[in-house]
């Protein structure tokens, strides 16, 4: 079953060498019950290591059940310590946040054979632990805890049973109990070698194996000749990884769980920073998002594809002049502009001030006359009542419409409809409500009456030009171009020479908003990005918990790649932890953000927008947070020497 040739094995120290093991050769028999004996120091427990695969020899070769195992990788060794041997320690080595039978299926997860846990519960009947099962290390005496170590050794079924001191913290009853086990076991056709320094215990084995400095001093059967051992095929060590073998995701994910819930208010204050991150982003950007979409609004109050022609000032030499006195705009070039194949539609405007008068009630607005395409240009639809006609155009009648701080001011919580107010002393009949459209910087745009533009040009404010057109385009992509044009159609109007040419200005409204919209959009990855380096803290702060989570839990993870646990497995396992924490601060965090959100709306009154994108990302953060400072912890318990990690304090 065994066969050892030439084993050496050194330890360094510093610059001190320790030969544990010096050259040991040995052939054990399947069925044999083995004792390895000699004083602390001997050799013989590193023996028992590299017999089991959980330690490498510097020298010699090793076969076992007819694989050669000296060469194996490590992933290759961990399924040799599942398939071939089942380990007893002498600290038992049982997870104490799990039951009986969950560290009795700990080798099964391994092998990819956790649909066989009703094997458990038999291994626990044979070790006469059944009504025990469901109890934790903790309520066990030390006795029942060796027992279920026994059981996990044998839930696999492996050939051959490894012994490390197995009565070594036990009483002298428990003591019994053990050895009846181990040699009901050893009856029953199991390899059992046992590491002890009691002759007591050796007395029960088949053979006994002194050793003394790291060598064999002596071999002695005392009964039996053991059974030979059944010629089988060797096995590839790529077989030792058949497909499908090793814990699944849900394994990992049950058991990074159980490890969480072990510690609740130490992961929970981990999850604390990762909540906080996730809130603070999606409020940020909620605010964020809120104000450019107020903002979105408030432009397209302004009209879309819009340009503003308008009279500019114009410099004389180092004298400026009053806007408008060298090129003031006519009809002639609303016609000569409307004319354009790209323009769809055009207003005239001209403005000032007057003082409405409503009964005892008076309030100083802004009056722009227009034309009726104005309505469509500006979004300036009336919510109650109608825009004017064509015919009140030319007919240059007296009817107005008022904005909401107008109305507000002059009529209360009253429709204005059909009212008639004094604009400088002259009636005008209020035919409509314009919509909202708050403020524009310093400007109130509901602080105006609108009048159409022959009404305001020569009954109200005696003007015979006037102040600016809004021109509609057809296309954004012809905006530059349609530019181009109108200004070539007022220089050729009005004549204006190279000089004169900046006396009047197009303003592209676009191009506003454009800015306005970046402007905003910078200022919410703005707020994003600050609030994402809280995130970016929390994750430290899962990565420091996760590397003291390894370095107490050493043990157990030599534990783990003692009965059969891969690379992998403990990376998965660590990986998933630190992921699950990060997701489930994430998903506390995303509550409190949007809780957050609202809070904002209704203290401070600002407008905030949650999307679902904000949602989406701040959760795949979260887990990219979990995964990316999840890493190093998990490789470095992944890539612990499983005896070294054992014999850890």
């Known amino acids: 079953m065994i066969e050892i040739r030439g084993i050496v094995k050194t330890y360094r120290m510093g610059a001190q060498e320790v030969r544990a093991v010096r050259g040991v050769s040995l052939d054990i028999q399947a069925g044999d019950f083995v004792a390895i004996m000699g004083p602390s120091g001997s050799g013989k427990s590193t023996l028992l290591h590299i017999i089991g695969c959980l330690d490498r020899p510097d020298e010699g070769s090793y076969r076992a059940g007819g694989m050669d195992l000296t060469r194996l990788g490590d992933d290759e060794l961990a399924a040799a310590r599942n398939r071939l041997f089942g380990f007893v320690f002498q600290q038992f080595h049982l997870l104490p946040y799990a039951d009986a039978r969950e560290n009795v299926e700990l080798p099964l997860i391994y092998a990819g054979r956790r649909h066989l846990r009703e094997s458990a519960q038999d291994r626990l009947r044979e070790v006469g632990l059944a009504a025990r099962a469901v109890h934790r290390p903790s309520e066990l005496s030390g006795g029942e805890q060796q027992r279920v170590a026994i059981a996990r050794a044998l839930v696999n079924d492996p050939p051959i049973l490894l012994a490390d001191e197995p009565t070594g913290n036990l009483d002298t009853a428990s003591e019994a109990e053990i050895i009846a086990v181990l040699e009901r076991l050893n009856r029953e056709g199991k390899t059992i070698v046992v590491v002890t320094h009691e002759a007591e215990i050796a007395a029960h084995a088949a053979r006994i194996i002194r050793m003394r400095d790291g060598a064999v001093v002596s071999d002695e059967r ?130 000032g001030r007057a003082q409405a008068v409503y009964g005892n009630r008076n309030w100083n607005t802004q009056v722009e006359g227009t034309g009726v395409e104005y309505e469509g240009i500006r979004a300036s639809s009336p919510t109650a009542g109608r825009f004017f006609t064509e015919d009140d155009v030319r007919g240059r009648r007296k009817v107005a419409l008022v904005g909401a701080t107008v109305a507000r001011e002059l009529f209360g919580d009253s429709s204005p409809v059909g009212s008639i107010i004094k604009l400088n002393r002259v009636n005008f009949q209020v035919i409509g409500l314009l919509p909202e459209k708050g403020a524009m910087g310093p400007r109130d745009q509901d602080d105006t009456v609108i009048v159409p533009v022959t009404t305001a040009m020569y009954r109200l404010l005696g003007k015979d030009y006037l102040d600016s057109l809004y021109v509609e385009v057809a296309e954004a992509s012809r905006m530059h171009a349609v530019e181009d044009e109108i200004k070539a159609r007022i220089v050729k109007n009005h004549r204006l020479s190279k000089e004169n040419e900046d006396s009047f200005e197009i303003r592209n409204m676009a191009e506003m908003q454009e800015a306005l919209e970046s402007t905003t959009k910078t200022m919410t990855w703005l707020l994003g990005s600050i609030a994402a380096i809280s995130l970016l803290v929390g994750g430290i702060g899962i990565m420091n918990i996760m590397l003291v989570s390894v370095t107490e839990r050493t043990r157990e993870i030599g534990l783990r790649k003692a009965l059969g646990a891969r690379y992998a497995d403990i990376m998965y396992q660590f990986l998933i932890e630190s992921v699950v924490m990060t997701v489930s601060g994430g998903a506390a965090g995303v509550a409190l953000g949007i809780g957050a959100s609202m809070l904002i709306t209704v203290l401070a009154g600002w407008a905030v927008k949650v999307s679902a994108a904000s949602i989406a990302l701040a959760t795949l953060f979260s887990i990219v947070v979990g995964l990316v400072f999840g890493v190093w912890p998990a490789r470095r318990a992944a890539s612990l020497n499983p005896i070294e990690a054992l014999r850890y304090e």
Do not use: C, W, Y
């Open 222 to 351: 005392v009964r039996g000749t053991g059974r030979p051992l059944r010629a089988e095929p060797e096995e590839a060590p790529g077989d030792l990884h058949a497909p499908g073998e090793g814990a699944v995701i849900a394994d990992h994910l049950r058991q990074a769980l159980r490890a969480i819930l072990t510690h609740p208010m130490r992961s929970a204050l981990s999850m604390l920073g990762i909540l906080i991150g996730v809130a603070a982003v999606i409020a940020m950007l909620a605010l964020g998002g809120g104000a450019r979409e107020s903002i979105r609004q408030r432009l397209a109050s302004m009209g879309s594809n819009l340009l503003r022609v308008r009279a500019g000032s114009h410099r004389r030499g180092a004298v400026a002049l009053e806007a408008g006195s060298v090129t003031r705009l006519n009809f002639k070039d609303l016609e000569d502009i409307a004319r354009l194949p790209d323009i769809r539609r055009i207003s005239p405007s001209v403005t």
